[in-house]
């Protein structure tokens, strides 16, 4: 009988048969055919943060101050030179007329709107760089839905517009190119979109200070120096010479250059619930506000009832007459799940806000929610049986742990009707602590 070859199996004509290798991407090209739609929010988060909750400031230039150094400028101060990165002192010289603001406080708030904002846009949104307001969607198969690579760009600006957003959009093969396509819209340009060859083409021009390269100012200046100035002369050079001289930026950037996408990171919307109420005429009464506020947390202490949730974090968004908004929030523990709390946290939150017209829209909004527990009960309980039942116990423990340290003094319980919680603490004496003592010397530790 005849064993089975071990070799390579042939066809009829004895040619040899060989597994098909999944094609390999080439310069600017992924293995796989995609589409990332890049979103760019321009000015940055934080301006716009700031713009939401206080419209009049958008005539104005101002930066965004955290810890002695500017975090982000808006169009006026960086037509004047200012930038992210300079010390207070510096922008004041290139724009006397400078505003120096702190972040808004809506700021996490209004990042989030915009992430649910085009999730109704594509299933899966990726949050890339929350400081410069930079998300990516996956764009594969949308074309059944919204039409054209370009028609899904301009969907996406629509749903941040809603909100009251401003952005730019591209479309490309990968991150990296989608990334520098939208940083080219410009302010009043249409979305850029680059497909196949002309997507390699744009990235093989692409220059090394591009921001969607990622590089730092020395990693560019040393690979000017040696003649590297575009991705595509990057993406030329062997991974060995710059894994040797190069830290990880400029390895990722390779590897960007090269075509090689990664997937995009989903971002999971948080579990919320939310509840809203409008007024087209406006409330300026405070007092009217705190009845409407009370009666929105009913509502939510309801919804969150009927599900069994508490939550740890809640938001109150005031929308004003005239746009601006106004947002608090705060994290509570133990996490809020019936109705006193919820007034008593929304209450809080409603004196620190500071509406600059009538109120037209109240919104309270819960996150981070849990499945809701009862409250351990203390030890001063309302039923006389259980705080017998606890004070034995814990004088039983008290006890054995006296018998085996003489030098701690500890005192025993003992009934007292006089006393508001039905229990009183024993007072040492010299002579009780004698009489303790030679008991312990008689009979021994008590182990």
């Known amino acids: 009988m005849s064993r089975p070859s071990r070799g390579?199996?042939?066809?009829?004509?004895?040619?040899?048969?060989?597994?098909?290798?999944?094609?390999?991407?080439?310069l600017g090209q992924p293995a796989v055919p995609t589409l990332v739609v890049a979103v760019v929010l321009s000015p940055p988060l934080p301006v716009q943060a700031l713009w939401w909750s206080s419209p009049a400031t958008r005539a104005m230039p101002l930066a965004i101050m955290r810890e002695g150094r500017l975090l982000a400028v808006c169009p006026h101060a960086a037509a004047a030179g200012c930038a992210a990165g300079q010390m207070p002192a510096q922008a004041r010289l290139l724009c006397p007329t400078l505003a120096l603001c702190s972040p808004s406080p809506g700021e996490a708030w209004l990042w989030e709107t915009a992430l649910r904002a085009l999730a109704s846009v594509s299933p899966v949104v990726e949050e890339t760089d929350r400081q410069r307001g930079v998300a990516c969607l996956d764009g594969h198969g949308l074309e059944r839905l919204w039409g054209t690579p370009m028609a899904i760009c301009q969907r996406a600006l629509d749903a941040l517009a809603a909100e009251g957003l401003q952005a730019w959009?591209?479309?490309?093969?990968?991150?990296?190119?989608?990334?520098?396509?939208?940083?080219?819209?410009?302010?009043?340009?249409?979305?850029v979109v680059r497909e196949g060859p002309e997507a390699a083409a744009f990235l093989?021009?692409?220059?090394?200070?591009?921001?969607?390269?990622?590089?730092?100012?020395p990693a560019v200046a040393t690979l000017h120096d040696v003649g590297i100035t575009t991705a595509g002369a990057l993406g030329a050079l062997p991974l060995a010479?710059?894994?040797?001289?190069?830290?990880?930026?400029?390895?990722?950037?390779?590897?960007?250059?090269r075509g090689e996408h990664e997937p995009l990171r989903a971002w999971a919307a948080p579990l919320c619930r939310q509840v809203t109420e409008r007024h087209e005429e406006g409330v300026a009464d405070s007092v009217v506000l705190q009845r409407l506020l009370t009666r929105l947390c009913g509502r939510l202490a309801n919804d969150l009832a009927a599900a069994g949730l508490a939550a740890a974090r809640l938001v109150l968004c005031l929308e004003c007459d005239g746009g601006a908004r106004q947002v608090e929030q705060a994290r509570h523990w133990p996490p809020l799940g019936d109705l006193l709390s919820l007034e008593q946290a929304a209450l809080a939150l409603l004196a620190r806000c500071v509406p600059t017209a009538a109120v037209t829209a109240l919104s309270l909004y819960t996150s981070d929610l849990s499945p809701l527990r009862v409250a351990p009960v203390s030890l001063w309980e309302a039923d006389a049986t259980a705080v017998?039942?606890?004070?034995?116990?814990?004088?039983?423990?008290?006890?054995?742990?006296?018998r085996r340290n003489t030098a701690l003094r500890v005192v025993r319980l003992r009934p007292d009707a006089q006393a508001w919680c039905g229990w009183s603490w024993d007072q040492q004496t010299p002579e009780s602590m004698d009489q303790q003592r030679q008991t312990l010397e008689h009979d021994g530790p008590g182990w």
């Open 241 to 257: 010479a710059l894994a040797l001289r190069f830290g990880p930026d400029v390895l990722a950037a390779w590897r960007q250059a």
């Open 169 to 191: 959009a591209g479309a490309g093969p990968t991150r990296l190119i989608a990334l520098a396509c939208a940083e080219r819209q410009g302010p009043h340009g249409a979305p």
């Open 8 to 26: 390579p199996t042939q066809n009829a004509t004895g040619a040899r048969r060989r597994t098909k290798r999944p094609p390999r991407g080439g």
């Open 204 to 217: 093989a021009v692409l220059p090394l200070d591009d921001p969607a390269l990622g590089l730092s100012a």
């Open 388 to 402: 017998g039942a606890r004070a034995a116990r814990l004088a039983g423990v008290l006890a054995t742990q006296g």
